[in-house]
């Protein structure tokens, strides 16, 4: 793999900074590796299934969320905004992190129940995405880094856009409209049948709140799914998953404590490699096969991978690892 052409630039400051992706000329390392993983440790395939306990945890999380919006119906705004960015962007956080898992079946071993319970888990996040999300992400995972079909790569528009870093740290506080936005403009996909269920529960959830407990109640659930995304700590997977640091590797794990409240996605190699192993789980994986994954870049602080993103000159949305579609894969 090469960086994309020999197009850099100098800024004044003789930092070199990117306009083209990283480009590689073969497939996505985690097909490869699970084969290798599975043939050398069989027993994995024991931990594939979903999580029992999983309908439980949203549960709780969903209802506390929605407590605290109505206990915050009549709360300055100072107060709501406090306690949107040390409490609630944390539960919303969470919840969005549920409907990925979700949307790997990792819940229930029937996929209509997952769909449900996404739509359920989708609610204190103010606006309907679960049902969408899904589509998405699975394309994510197989065609992870394809030209015009892997919606978590940046646009170049935003490439070109966010060069220093002012820009980049604009970009991050508002990187869940990008993530959400993205996809609408370059590869838009017609809504179905799901697609309005969500959005019907979504918006009666939202009236409700409105008609019985007004704005502020609404307004909390919408910040804390805003400033849950940007220039926050546990919005640090977002670049720590996939953003090219070493230019040799394209996937990035975090073994730091926040995986306790993120479902673990930290284990990000783990997860793309073994897509069908829950959350709770992937630990194990390392554990079982520790030669594949010691010797890779990870982190132990989202916050860290945040601060570097915006700090680091040399770094930005052109970033990530691209690939054209392969036969193989088409």
């Keep these: 793999m090469r960086k994309g052409g020999e197009m850099r630039e100098e800024d004044n400051e003789g930092v070199v900074m990117a306009n083209d992706f990283f480009w590689s000329y073969t497939d996505e390392p985690h097909a490869s590796r699970r084969r290798q993983i599975l043939s050398q440790y069989p027993q994995i395939k024991e931990l594939f ?8 945890k949203i549960a ?5 969320q929605l407590c605290t919006a109505i206990i915050l119906h009549d709360a300055g705004w100072l107060k709501m905004l406090a306690i949107a960015y040390f409490f609630g962007s944390f539960l919303n956080h969470n919840l969005f992190l549920a409907i990925h898992e979700l949307s790997h079946n990792l819940a229930f071993s029937t996929p ?3 769909r449900w319970l996404g739509i359920f888990a989708n ?10 999300f899904q589509k998405y992400h699975l394309e994510h995972h197989r065609f992870q880094g394809v030209d015009g079909i892997d919606m978590d790569v940046p646009s170049c528009t935003e490439a070109h856009f966010v060069t220093n870093t002012i820009s980049k740290a604009i970009w991050v506080i508002f990187q869940l409209f990008f993530y959400a936005l993205r996809p609408l403009f370059l590869k838009p996909k017609p809504p179905g049948y799901w697609e309005f269920i969500n959005l019907a529960i979504q918006v009666a959830l ?12 609404f307004a909390y659930l919408i910040l804390s799914t805003f400033v849950g995304g ?3 700590p546990m919005a640090g997977h977002f670049i720590s998953e996939h953003y090219v640091f070493n230019p040799e590797q394209e996937t990035y ?27 709770n789980k992937l630990h194990k994986v390392k554990k079982i096969a520790p030669e594949y994954y010691e010797g890779l870049d990870s982190y132990k602080s989202w916050s860290q991978v945040i601060y570097m993103y915006i700090m680091d000159r040399s770094i930005g949305p052109f970033s990530r690892m691209k690939r054209k579609l392969s036969k193989k894969s088409a």
């Design 123 to 132: 609610l204190p996040i103010g606006v309907p995405m679960s049902i969408t």
């Design 49 to 56: 299934g979903p999580d029992p306990f999983a309908f439980f």
């Design 230 to 232: 940007g220039m926050h």
């Design 253 to 279: 794990s975090y073994y730091g404590p926040l995986n306790l409240m993120t479902w673990c996605v930290g284990y990000h190699n783990e997860h793309h490699d073994f897509p069908r192993i829950p959350g």
């Design 60 to 64: 709780v999380v969903v209802s506390l």
């Design 206 to 217: 939202d009236g409700i709140l409105l008609y019985f407990w007004g704005w502020k109640s």
């Design 112 to 114: 209509v129940y997952n």
